[in-house]
């Protein structure tokens, strides 16, 4: 199963989900995160720098080498399909191609026998990478930070989704919103309450709490359940995974 990771608003938690569930999936399968964001930060996060001769996303999604040719191991069991600056250049490339939509799609069938799951950490933008990745994605979870400027871009992101169900991949499933950042504050609360209010046949998973622990397990290059092992951090990226894994 293909899992996009999308919002366009930064600082929401992308990356840090993306590395909470691959972590845990991989605990019982085998799990490919796909970094799609030229900023790297999935790949920092997994403990992995980009050699200037060793293949990345930008090598895959412009057709230079093969996705397994360029997946690395981490010592969680996840593999991974790094990113670096390179990959916005490879985004420029791309708008060149006849089906540039469908890319990343063709890029990753041939290995999809070989991973249970696989997790696409997108970019914060809209742009055609995004777009590709929801374009091969089964379904999308949007991480939404708990503040009300948060909110301001989810509807042209659900906008965009329905659109690509339309046009690229009806099968598109919206696998749900995970509040992140949360705090004991009415800002949360109403945060909380306004998305299940908007999002009515949306499902929203329960909130991740606002703690360091997750920045500091990035700089560490180790997922949550391993650096912190604290449930109350670890639960609701639990709740994702067991969904996921049920499918």
Not at 4 to 27: D, P, R, Y
Not at 32 to 41: H, I, R, S
Not at 116 to 124: A, E, N, S, T, Y
Request: charged share 15%; net charge negative; glycine share 6%.
């Amino acid at each position: 199963m293909i899992i996009a990771l999308a919002n366009q608003k930064g600082g929401v938690a992308k990356t840090t989900s993306t590395i909470s569930l691959g972590g845990l999936l991989a605990l019982k399968d085998t799990v490919l995160a796909v970094d799609l964001d030229p900023q790297g930060n999935l790949t920092t996060g997994l403990g992995v720098e980009v050699a200037d001769d060793q293949i990345s996303c930008y090598d895959v999604i412009t057709e230079k080498a093969e996705v397994i040719d360029g997946v690395v191991s981490t010592k969680f069991g996840l593999s991974l399909l790094p990113a670096d600056i390179n990959l916005a250049k490879g985004e420029t490339e791309m708008l060149m191609k006849v089906g540039n939509f469908s890319i990343l799609k063709e890029r990753l069938t041939p290995v999809l026998k070989q991973f249970h799951h696989i997790l696409i950490d997108c970019p914060p933008s809209l742009g055609l990478l995004t777009v590709n990745a929801l374009a091969a994605a089964d379904a999308v979870l949007i991480p939404v930070q708990c503040q009300f400027f948060a909110l301001k871009g989810l509807a042209a992101l659900l906008e965009t989704v329905a659109s690509v169900q339309k046009r690229l991949n009806p099968q598109l499933q919206i696998l749900g919103v995970l509040p992140t950042m949360a705090e004991n504050t009415v800002m949360t609360q109403d945060v909380l309450a306004s998305l299940n209010k908007r999002l009515q046949n949306i499902r929203i998973f329960e909130p991740v709490p606002k703690s360091i622990k997750f920045s500091e397990s990035n700089l560490a290059g180790e997922p949550i359940h391993i650096y912190a092992k604290d449930p109350k951090l670890v639960q609701p990226y639990q709740i994702i995974a067991n969904l996921i894994a049920a499918i």
